[in-house]
């Protein structure tokens, strides 16, 4: 017994505890938690896109974020962005950039951006940390959203930089709001999900997805509808509609004083 308490009382008895207690927690950990992105992939199937969106992304993506996507002085990290980050900048031609400027602009897709590229290249981002996923069909459907709903979400998140039609409009420091009528509703939703660029995240818990799929179902519906009084101009907005008023206005008028004028010369 005495034998026994001695043990006890050894000075590395503790540190055994500890150990055994760590590892204990370890392997409790492995066996319960979920794999990560890599493991996931090749548990699927998708090895080969991991592998193949690596030599795109060494290709095309490493001179500005590094060649393990850990970012440089010419762009960010990239571990951690997730698919939906990837599809966004790719599909629409942002990704990989033209140049340095103070906004990446959309542009026309290079000949190796193909659907299967671009999930091949999400396949091996979201194989580094994970983020956040691409929208199902079903989630950017427009015809299961509600217009109405939408328009008023629109209007109280959206206006101050992208209009209340979504024509865009000028920020600070030469950036700019796009014009959302190019943007596909899965682009939409992306961005809404990554904050691209000057965009604020608007993550599920900010927006529900349904009411994402609300928005997207008011910008849809504005881009269909009609401009009866004439000329849209835009859809900018009163300033630009006063603008054209004024000028079209005073060059009216001064054309028809100086008809007057000659008119009267000639009498």
């Known amino acids: ?16 505890v ?3 207690a760590l590892g204990l927690l370890g ?6 938690a979920p794999s990560n992105s890599a493991d996931a992939a090749i548990a699927s199937g998708k090895a080969d896109d991991v592998a193949e969106g690596k030599s795109l992304f060494v290709a095309h993506c490493s001179s500005c974020h590094g060649p393990n996507a850990e970012g440089t002085t010419m762009g960010p990290p990239l571990v951690g962005v997730g698919a939906a980050a990837v599809d966004f900048q790719v599909s629409s031609g942002r990704m990989p950039a033209a140049g340095p400027g103070p906004q990446v602009q959309r542009k026309p897709l290079g000949e190796w951006v193909t659907p299967e590229a671009i999930n091949q290249l999400s396949a091996y981002i979201m194989s580094l940390g ?3 996923q691409r929208p199902t069909p079903e989630m950017v459907d427009p015809a299961k959203g509600d217009a109405a709903k939408g328009g008023e979400l629109f209007r109280a998140n959206c206006i101050q930089c992208h209009n209340f039609v979504g024509a865009g409009g000028a920020l600070t420091y030469g950036k700019h709001a796009p014009n959302l009528n190019e943007a596909t509703p899965e682009q939409i939703y992306e961005a809404m999900v990554t904050g691209p660029q000057a965009m604020p995240v608007f993550n599920d818990s900010i927006i529900t997805p349904e009411e994402k799929r609300n928005m997207i ?7 269909e509808l009609q401009d009866p009084g004439g000329f849209g101009l835009g859809r900018i907005g009163p300033v630009t509609e006063g603008l054209v008023v004024w000028i079209a206005g005073l060059s009216f008028m001064s054309m ?11 009498k």
Do not use: C, D, E
């Open 1 to 16: 017994m005495n034998s026994i308490t001695a043990r006890r009382r050894h000075p590395l008895a503790r540190l055994a």
């Open 217 to 223: 179902a008011y910008i849809v519906q504005m881009r």
């Open 18 to 20: 500890v150990a055994l």
């Open 256 to 266: 028809t004083a100086i008809w007057i004028t000659a008119k009267k010369r000639k």
């Open 130 to 132: 994970g983020g956040p």
């Open 27 to 32: 392997g409790g950990y492995a066996l319960f």
